[in-house]
Structure formats: C-alpha cells, structure tokens
C-alpha cells in the first residue's frame, strides 16, 4: 500500500506561481512513474506531467514551458513547479504514482489550484 500527502495547491493570480509535492509513503516497491494529472470542473482528467526514475519526463502540450516536473527519489517525492499560471490551469491537481505496467497505481487525494484573471 502506498500514502500520498499533497501540498502547495492555492488561490494565485494570473501570471504567477505555486509549487505542488507530493510525499509518498509505504512500498513503493516496484513504483517507477510519479507524476501529476488534473480535473477541471466539468472535464475529464488529464495528464499534466510525470517522471521516471531515470528523470525521463512526459509533459502534456499545454503546459510545457511553463510546468516543470522533478522528482527526489530518496525522498519519494515528487514536484510541480507552475510558472505563468493561467485562468485555463484551474483545477484539482492529482498525484499518481505506478509501475510500469499499470497494474500498480495510486492516487492522491487532490489538491485545488486557481488561477484567478
């Protein structure tokens, strides 16, 4: 079983930035992706961004440039830096992580992120 404790989601004005992390606790044994999706009120969700443990990135279009993934692997963490925030980035931010084939994969518990104009 594996715990993710998020933090860092706010209320920001457009242009500016927030830093998401995400903690993860208990086996990560086999877990190789971290990474970040979000949902928007009405949408489905998406990928935003993840993170192998080689440091291998996937970035979602909308976002590139301007969100950056990292991860600590001694800390089991994972980070979502957001710069240039816009009003479209509003949403609740996921953390996910898995194993490569998906057949290990946890969420959690979301944190909200707006973006004021």
């Known amino acids: 079983q594996v715990q993710l404790v998020e933090s860092g989601g706010g209320l920001v004005q457009a242009g500016g930035s927030l830093r998401l992390s995400c903690a993860a606790s208990?086996?990560?044994?086999?877990?190789?992706?971290m990474g970040w999706y979000r949902q928007a009120p009405g949408k489905q969700r998406e990928l935003v961004a993840t993170i192998i443990s080689s440091g291998s990135t996937n970035v979602a279009d909308s976002v590139k440039g301007r969100f950056t993934i990292s991860r600590d692997n001694a800390k089991n963490t994972v980070y979502l830096q957001m710069n240039s925030l816009k009003p479209e980035d509003t949403a609740v931010y996921y953390c996910n992580v898995q194993n490569d084939y998906g057949t290990i994969n946890y969420w959690g518990q979301g944190t909200q992120v707006t973006v004021s104009s």
């Open positions: 208990g086996s990560m044994f086999g877990i190789n992706a």
